[in-house]
């Protein structure tokens, strides 16, 4: 029978909730989840519940169906099958980012690509994948990943790319290791920022696919730096 891992990576996943709030990725919604460490048909996700509130206690199992092993009568998440999905699909996922963040949804609604506009996001040198729920829903859904089969269409759309822009609700980011998908959770939402900011400026000068490359592979080597630095501040922010 799997089992929750040790309590350190449970305390871990809790402050990457508390990061994304801190750095305005997640608000009352939106979660982040990481694949077991030693068996990837599961994967651990918070109860339905703040991003901000979650501590290590609040941590559930879920199978490779998306179903919670041990609910103990606590609520899920009605889009945990996002990051079920996803790590089906993906095997080189070891974190998953669901967020509704502001500066990432006008690039879902618009045909404008969300690239790379400054080095801390050299990952979206080659853009964002996007996902519309209409071809697979119809015209009346609520635009949520209520199900298996909308999860492993949602991680269709992402294919290989980092992220995935869901239109009318959101994005979706991926990552390793649960510190990079956070770190890429947190520049994309920079980057749409600036990029909003530079189109208003004129005339666009993206990074290119080798500058982002090499950029990326420079910032995965600096993801702890950062990390040290949330969580210092979501420590504090527990006060």
């Known amino acids: 029978m799997v089992e929750l891992p040790e309590r350190g990576i449970l305390e871990e996943l809790a402050l990457a909730n508390r990061i994304l709030f ?75 980012v669901h967020s509704h963040s502001k500066a990432m949804i006008p690039f879902g609604v618009t045909e404008v690509p969300l690239r790379a506009v400054c080095h801390m996001a050299g990952f979206l040198a080659s853009g964002a994948a996007r996902f519309e729920i209409r071809c697979c829903a119809g015209e009346s859904s609520n635009l949520l990943i209520t199900d298996r089969q909308l999860g492993a269409e949602l991680a269709r759309s992402l294919g290989d790319y980092p992220v995935v822009l869901m239109r009318g609700h959101g994005s979706t980011t991926v990552g390793t290791s649960l510190r990079q998908a956070v770190f890429r959770a947190v520049y994309a939402e920079v980057n749409a920022d600036l990029q909003l900011d530079a189109h208003r400026l004129g005339p666009v000068t993206y990074l290119t696919d080798g500058e982002g490359a090499a950029a990326a592979t420079a910032n995965d080597g600096q993801v702890n730096r950062a990390w040290d630095l949330w969580c210092r501040q979501a420590k504090h922010s527990l006060n």
């Open 22 to 96: 801190n750095q305005g990725v997640l608000d009352a919604f939106g979660h982040v989840s990481a694949r077991h460490p030693t068996d990837p048909d599961h994967f651990l996700l918070s109860r339905n519940m703040a991003p901000a509130q979650v501590t290590a206690d609040d941590v559930l199992l879920f199978d490779a169906s998306s179903e919670p092993c041990e609910p103990k009568g606590r609520r899920v998440y009605l889009e945990r099958f996002i990051h079920g999905e996803i790590y089906r699909a993906r095997p080189d996922v070891s974190a998953v």
